[in-house]
Structures are given as C-alpha cells and as structure tokens.
C-alpha cells in the first residue's frame, strides 16, 4: 500500500489543532502515513503524534495570510507520492484519509464539490456553491502536481484551491462524500475565508441546537457545542 503524506498549517488554534489529532487518531487508513504540520505562530502549538513539524519565521502577524509561505515550507519534506491537506480547523471522518487515497489512484488530483461549512460560533451552516474546484481542506494530489502548485503558491494568489484546479485539467471532483466538514468560528486565529468573520452571513442557515451538525457527523457534534453563541 502506497504511502500518504498529511499537510496540516497551523498556528494560534490550540483547540482546534487538538481535535485535529482527535480525528487523524482514528483514521482508518492502515498505510504509512507521514504528517508534516507546519507551524508558524507563537506560542508554538503542542503535537503530540510524532509530526514533523516546520516552524517558518518571521511568525505570523495578525492580518497576514502565511498558507502559501507554510506550504512551500512542507513540499522539501514530503515523502510519499499521494499528499493530503487536513486542515487544523475541520472535522474529518474516519474513513476519510482511506477514500482520498484510494481516489488518488484515479487522478493526481481530486476533490469534492458543494463543501459544507458550520460555523459553530454563530451556530450556522451552508452548502457551498463550488462545483468547479474542491475547498483545500478537502482536496489531495499526487506528487507529480507540487510543481504547479509550487507555482500558484509563489503568485501570491489568495485562494489557492481555485488556482489548483483551473490549472491542472486531469482532476476528478467527486459529489460530497460528507467526510469533512469546513469548520469555521473555532477559538483563535481565524481563517482567511469569509466563513470565519462576522457580517458575512449571507447564505447561512440558523441551527441553534447543532441539528444539522449533527446530521452531519453525529454524536461528534458533542465536541462543538461548547463553542457556541460567541462574537465569530
């Protein structure tokens, strides 16, 4: 069984890296898996399972979008052929690293469209409209993309999940298999996507008693709800 390698930026969101190693802990995927976390805020975040761990400097600085920079870091340490992003923020399923890799014998690049985002700040929730990209913390590819990706992330383009998939045609986006959930509105840094702030709401569904969450990733809802009802 070919090997995975897991990319995971982060920085500032103890609380959602922790359960970040919740999820990866109980991963299905029976493979060698190498796991590169690349860490660029102080204080440092605690890991606890053995990642190689790149800490890029200057550190970040409140208004800054480092995720290109700290991707760039991890490329040089990759390992294995099949790479997968695991966002710090989001919640993933058990089978998940299992379904992506097995994916990425089809396409050296491949994702999911229509992502599900939950804010559980706000305690509100939407599908996404993405049917020609898949949203980073759900996309993966194989070796042979690093360099057109290498490319994307020195342009100094915002979103790079978009950049990914307009410029690698032999892709394959699969419907939303609801495996990950785009979490949004944890304690700490916030991300770059309009999801993470207050006032951009449009198109978000209320759930104040984290029911769609639930449908979504069962009794796992349990480990949100303490979040709820704060300032996003």
């Not at 993309?145 to 990914?164: G, M, N, Q, R």
């Not at 785009?182 to 304690?187: A, H, V």
Request: glycine share 8%; hydrophobic share 35%.
């Amino acid at each position: 069984m070919t090997g995975i390698t897991i990319i995971t930026p982060t920085g500032g969101r103890p609380e959602a890296f922790a359960l970040c190693e919740f999820w990866m802990r109980r991963q299905t995927w029976a493979g060698e898996r190498q796991w590169i976390v690349v860490d660029d805020s102080a204080p440092e975040t605690a890991c606890t399972m053995r990642q190689e761990i790149v800490r890029p400097r200057p550190i970040w600085q409140p208004g800054e979008n480092t995720q290109a920079r700290n991707l760039l870091a991890a490329f040089p340490l990759i390992r294995n052929g099949k790479i997968v992003i695991v966002e710090d923020d989001d919640w993933y399923a058990p089978a998940y690293l299992e379904i992506m890799a097995s994916r990425l014998d089809a396409a050296p690049l491949v994702g999911e469209r229509n992502a599900r985002y939950y804010n559980v700040a706000t305690r509100q929730y939407m599908t996404c409209p993405n049917v020609k990209h898949s949203s980073l913390c759900q996309s993966a590819f194989r070796i042979e993309a690093i360099p057109k990706l290498t490319s994307i992330c020195e342009s100094a383009k915002k979103f790079l999940d978009i950049e990914l998939f307009k410029m690698c045609p032999d892709q394959r986006l699969y419907e939303n298999s609801g495996t990950c959930i785009g979490i949004k509105g944890m304690p700490g840094r916030k991300g770059i996507g309009s999801g993470h702030r207050s006032g951009a709401h449009a198109g978000w569904k209320p759930d104040p008693n984290l029911s769609m969450l639930q449908s979504w990733v069962g009794d796992d809802a349990d480990a949100y709800r303490g979040y709820g009802e704060r300032p996003c």
